[in-house]
């Protein structure tokens, strides 16, 4: 069972549900709670040890702490109580009576207690004194405290207190890192495990990843830990230069042990302890087992295996792992280090000392085999592994003491492959693109060493000589920076049989590269105000001559489709407005054509159909992490899709309900029902006044184009000239840029192009030009804000005025602004021709 509770609409209307999680796969909600704590929302909440009840820690001001009955139909909490003291962030209720329960933040601590007839709450403050021992509430501090509260003072050891009142009798140092977690050795039951055995009863972990084992009147000597699958082991106990006093516990300290000894736990951070999770086989001799080994850095990469049911993903700490998707499994890891100087004190006359740091995963790649990986690192540096061990592949022609090729100073956030496997391009924190090119590399033969076989060679298998003194490997062929604003994909494809890469940036141009002569030979200029913010390659197979395009989302919320042939707009729609802007688009192969992809803004995961016309209800998403959402993939098959979260250190897998999908669009209306509907907010269609008030333009426009003053009969038709397109879409209040015109003629001109063997459109129907219409006009009004903003910059740009340097100054309401900066605004900034 568990609870969640969410923001409806955007707004702040709360909602706790508590869900059935029996079948993880189908949760079913049971109980709603709308606007709990006053409409303010909940912090936390945990169930009591009986599952009765819920207990919530409200976000209200006085703060609140309520009771719920969630099995009653009742909307209502059984009780509720105004919180005396500073503001507390956390829930723990008693595991032994569900009665009792206490709340706590970083600096304070507090008691609860229910009337066993649930007629009343009442809220304890404990008294704080370290002098003596025993009790049965732990906390930990960020100090590296641990406090023990017991249900008695120190004041008087006989006599009980109030029930749920407790009052702190030892405060133990156990270490100067912050306590992240604190458990306790007990059966399901609530009882300890073999009360006369060796065993810890509590075991508290701090933020340097060293673990702690309190046990009752034993010595260290007595608990030998001894790890099954895990290579290094837990150090040998110690005891505390000071016991706890009156039962004489001790503290056993431990380093939480890693696979293969590659995670050097003491570079972690807070959330460190906390992604280990190691099982504790309690029995008289213990033994540890590492069951879950996860990633205790931010995500910084995900990749699929083009061919397998497996994928890769890297941190900032610089740990690597490949997983198999089907079985859940981890298949292989590896950390990354790199060396770097410890100067030592100036009084000490020791030499300067190496010690090894990770270095962090930027952007990860799989050959288009899948038998080779690439991984682009923070220092700049890019290596190239075998995709089954994670070893480095043999490169005489690498950087030395890299393993792997230094390319640049600064991170590399993008790789790519291309089609046929023998370009490899990146793009580092400096927008600059590199290119790498598999060669033919002549080698010196072994002298008796075997090297490990290169998956880069190729099929063809040539006779052992020649075999031995060549090797397939690759070669830095040059970098060029074309780019002054981050790069936001790399794409390969295919022109005229060669290989041709793109780079998309945000500074709204699309550069394209010449491989095989490695030059910079054509580009596009995204002319327009917005700029990109995704980009990937979509090929449009309905068509009678497949066509394939870039597909682009930029910040004014819409999917731009450009020719990769003839560099033109041919599609602009309006994209999904929930979450933010989009920053990673992925095609899903479906039946051997491209229907839906995927998409990520923000922390929500989404999902779209093609083709894209504008309508609303062919994007649905969920919220997938707590946090923004690192990167997105796609298995091979198109069976599932990945997302990463960064920051929370998950990879959350998921499966698509096309059905779902496809409900969605029929319940959105058919023709033109939702277009109408954006048309018109109140549902009124084509009875609505604006769509009359459009119908009439259009018809005013047949007149205009048959002549004011003409005599002759008139000829109303269904369909106006693409001349018209500007005066129409202006009467409706947008107005577009000389550049917005072209594109917007410029897509129904060829919209029939591959349908009407090679003719352009000439004129537009009513519907036609209200889908236009909306797909294009700004989702996000011009407002008054941004006009000022751009006359303060005009401003600067006027002739005399010194070089701008800094923020802007706000033009005031009583300045003009001369001709010669309005002129300069629109050169530099604007579509001025």
């Known amino acids: 069972m568990i609870v969640v509770w969410e923001y409806v609409g955007g707004k702040p209307e709360h909602v706790a549900i508590v869900n059935d999680m029996e079948n993880m796969l189908n949760a079913i909600p049971l109980k709603s709670l709308y606007n709990p704590h006053s409409d303010c929302g909940v912090i936390t909440a945990e169930f009591t040890s009986d599952n009765k009840h819920l207990i919530s820690l409200g976000n209200d001001m006085p703060q609140t702490v309520c009771v719920w009955d969630w099995t009653s139909p009742g909307k209502d909490p059984v009780l509720s109580l105004k919180l005396q003291g500073p503001i507390q962030n956390f829930i723990r209720v008693n595991p032994l009576d569900p009665l009792e329960f206490m709340t706590f933040s970083a600096d304070s601590v507090y008691f609860y207690a229910i009337e066993k007839d649930m007629s009343g709450l009442k809220q304890f403050e404990p008294m704080i004194n370290s002098n003596a021992i025993a009790g049965q509430a732990v906390v930990g501090t960020a100090n590296g405290d641990v406090i023990l509260f017991a249900d008695y003072s120190l004041v008087n050891l006989s006599a009980k207190l109030e029930r749920g009142n407790k009052c702190a009798i030892k405060n133990l140092s156990i270490h100067n890192s912050p306590v992240t977690v604190i458990t306790t050795a007990m059966k399901r039951d609530n009882k300890a495990l073999f009360e006369d055995s060796p065993i810890p009863e509590l075991i508290v972990a701090t933020a340097n990843a060293k ?63 906390k992604k280990l999770i190691v099982t504790y086989y309690i029995t008289k001799n213990p033994e540890v087992t590492l069951i879950l080994e996860g990633q205790y850095g931010n995500l910084k990469a995900l990749i699929v295996h083009p061919e397998q049911s497996k994928f890769a993903v890297g941190s900032d700490n610089g740990v690597l792992q490949v997983w ?40 990860l790649c799989y050959s288009k085999s899948g038998k080779t990986l690439a991984v682009g690192f923070a220092n700049g540096i890019i290596r190239f592994l075998d995709a089954t061990n994670l070893q480095d592949l043999t490169q005489t022609s690498a950087t030395k003491g890299t393993g792997g090729y230094s390319v640049s100073t600064v991170a590399i956030k993008k790789i790519a492959f291309s089609v046929d496997g023998n370009y490899c391009a990146f793009a580092d924190a400096n927008h600059v693109t590199g290119i790498l090119h598999k060669e033919m590399i002549k080698v010196k033969p072994d002298s008796g060493r075997k090297r490990p076989e290169s998956p880069l060679k190729t099929d063809s298998r040539e006779d052992e000589i020649k075999r031995a003194r060549q090797r397939v490997e690759w070669v830095f062929i040059g970098r060029r920076k074309t780019h002054y604003k981050e790069i936001i994909a790399l794409l390969f494809t295919t022109k005229n049989e060669e290989q ?70 041919r599609s602009t729609t309006i994209g999904p407005t929930f979450g933010g802007l989009i920053n990673s688009i992925q095609l899903i192969p479906h039946l051997g054509e491209t229907k839906y992809f995927i998409y990520s803004t923000g922390n929500i995961l989404g999902m779209a159909k093609f083709p894209l016309d504008g309508n609303p209800y062919k994007f649905i ?43 969605q669009i029929n319940q959105g209306g058919e023709g033109m029902e939702p277009f109408l509907n954006m048309l018109d907010p109140s549902g009124m269609g084509d009875q609505g006044q604006i769509y009359r008030e459009f119908e009439d333009y259009f018809y005013l426009a047949q007149i205009k184009t048959q002549g004011e003053h003409t005599t ?41 192009f591959a349908q009407a063997n090679g003719k352009e459109a000439t004129d537009i129907s009513l519907h036609e030009l209200i889908k ?60 001025y021709s």
């Open 211 to 273: 673990v702690y084992l309190l046990s009752k009147s034993l010595t260290a000597s007595n608990v030998p830990f001894r790890p099954t699958t895990a290579t290094t082991t837990f150090s040998a106990p110690q005891t505390a230069s000071h016991s706890l006093a009156h039962i004489g516990k001790e503290i056993h300290e431990a380093t939480a042990p890693s696979v293969g000894g590659s995670l050097p736990l003491a570079q972690s951070s807070m959330e460190d302890a």
């Open 712 to 752: 002759s009969n008139r000829v109303i038709k269904s369909r106006v000239p693409l001349s018209e397109i500007p005066s129409l879409v202006q009467a409706m209040g947008f107005y577009p840029s000389n550049q917005e015109i072209d594109d917007m003629i410029n897509e129904v001109k060829y919209s029939t």
């Open 621 to 663: 998403g969920v919220i997938a992490h707590p946090f923004d959402i690192s990167n997105i993939a796609v298995a091979s098959n198109g069976s599932c899709v990945l997302s990463a979260g960064g920051k929370d250190g998950i990879v959350n897998l998921w499966t698509m309900n096309y059905a779902a999908m496809e409900i």
């Open 324 to 363: 198999d998707y089907n079985t859940k499994q981890l298949v292989v890891s590896r950390q990354f280090t790199e060396e770097q100087p410890v100067q030592a004190k100036r009084k000490e006359k020791k030499q300067p000392q190496e010690i090894q740091v990770p270095v962090g995963i930027e952007s």
């Open 772 to 831: 236009l219409y909306l797909n294009h006009r700004p989702e996000v009004p011009v407002s008054a804000e941004d006009i000022e903003i751009a006359l303060s910059h005009g401003k600067r740009l006027e002739i005399g005025k010194p070089k701008p340097v800094g923020p802007v100054p706000k033009i005031k309401h009583y300045e003009i602004l001369k001709s010669d900066g309005l002129f300069s605004l629109l050169q530099q900034f604007g579509n």
């Open 500 to 569: 041709v890469l793109y780079s998309v940036s945000k500074d709204r141009h699309v550069t394209e590269y010449n491989l095989p002569i490695s030059a910079l030979t054509n580009g596009i200029e995204i002319k327009q105000i917005h700029f990109p913010e995704a980009a990937t390659l979509y090929q449009n197979n309905s068509l009678p001559h497949p066509e394939e395009f870039i597909l682009t989302f930029n910040s004014g919320f819409k999917f731009k489709m450009y020719s990769k042939d003839t560099q033109l707009c």
